[in-house]
């Protein structure tokens, strides 16, 4: 999901500075104000190295709980630039949030041609020379490929893509917050609204295009405990499931829908949970919208083994607590 936030003019216009001058080492910026603004444009002395500018330059402007954008002049020829997204752990969580959604809206308005690698970091450590290094030793694990390799992959992701035939639609919220949807994914939600439809739709985030995709289900479950089997226990998931059940004699078939955000390792992971709990909102908006869902009761949990058919019972049919009338107490001697 992208945010609708926008690089302002002063970045731009600092970050065109860091391109045409080689005396300059990086520039960092920050979401102000609805808009991505320049903090500092760093300028490096005369023959220094990266290591010995990271050091000096870069170093004081990284703090533990603050997130920040950094664009570092590393390579001698183009694409010469990095771009870092730091988000701290100790980060506000709608920094978290806002920093993880507008990450892939700077490099593209900045131009992506300028950028030879993008990559996110969650500690000081992993902005220090030896951090760096350390993020190298990762990257070089793939052996470089011949231009006929890559021409090959080319091809084959192009076929896997033609093969998929994902569309996408793009959904806009508000005025400055977009969210695209596969076409499949809107679909299967206007059917679950429909009163013959499905009963099961189960979403997740493309982490690389950040749009909603629909997760392919088997046969729809007709328990919550079958409903459990098929959610994933080590991605985020958001789910909508038409529960049917009967109640004191009574059918009912309410909505539910349940946001699961496993707590695994990895940096996959951590852009997960930054990305889920914002694009939560915009889902329920756009089944809410688009579809006219409307879910009796929402569940928001870690670990899928945290909801039970029962707890779903005890939150749609809450017992009600009979209150005994008051005793007057015995008079003593009787």
């Known amino acids: ?13 600092q970050f065109n500075t860091l391109l045409s001058s080689d005396s300059h080492f990086g520039l960092l910026a920050t979401i102000r104000s609805e808009k991505l603004e320049p903090l500092e444009l760093l300028t490096s002395p005369a023959s220094s ?67 030879r690698e993008t990559f996110f970091a969650t500690t000081p450590d992993e902005l220090t ?3 760096f290094d350390k993020h190298d030793a990762h990257s070089a694990i793939a052996a470089p490929l011949t231009e006929e390799e890559k021409s090959l992959g ?45 009963s099961l739709v189960m979403l997740k985030i493309n982490p690389q ?54 707590a695994s390792p990895g940096t996959k992971a951590i852009k997960y949970r930054m990305m889920y709990p914002l694009m939560k909102r915009a889902v329920l908006t756009i089944a809410e919208k688009e579809a006219g869902l409307q879910p009796t009761k929402k569940f928001e949990v870690e670990e899928v083994d945290e909801i039970s058919e029962q707890s779903v019972l005890d939150e749609l049919h809450p017992r009600l607590e009979v209150k005994k009338a008051f005793g007057r107490p015995k008079r003593p001697g009787r």
Request: glycine share 6%.
């Open 209 to 262: 295009s950040e749009s909603v995709e629909l997760v392919p289900e088997s046969a729809a479950p007709q328990s919550i405990g079958e409903l459990l089997q098929t959610i994933s226990p080590t991605e985020p998931r958001f789910t909508f499931y038409r529960f049917a059940h009967t109640h004191n004699g009574v059918d009912e078939s309410p909505l539910l829908f349940f946001y699961t955000c496993p």
């Open 49 to 115: 190295s990266f290591a010995s500018n990271v050091d000096s330059l870069l170093k004081p402007h990284i703090k533990p709980n603050e997130a920040l954008y950094i664009i570092l002049r590393r390579y001698p020829s183009t694409p010469a630039l990095v771009g870092v997204t730091y988000v701290p752990d100790t980060a506000p969580i709608r920094q978290k949030m806002l920093f993880a959604s507008t990450e892939r809206s700077l490099v593209r308005e900045l131009g992506t041609e300028h950028f």
């Open 154 to 198: 080319d091809v084959k992701r192009a076929e896997q893509e033609a093969g998929q035939g994902t569309a996408l639609r793009e959904i806009h919220l508000s005025q400055n917050l977009a969210t695209p949807i596969a076409e499949d994914a809107l679909a299967a939600l206007k059917e679950l609204g429909e009163e013959s439809g499905r």
């Open 1 to 13: 999901m992208q945010s609708g936030i926008s690089a302002s003019q002063e970045l731009v216009s």
């Open 129 to 131: 020379p030896a951090g």
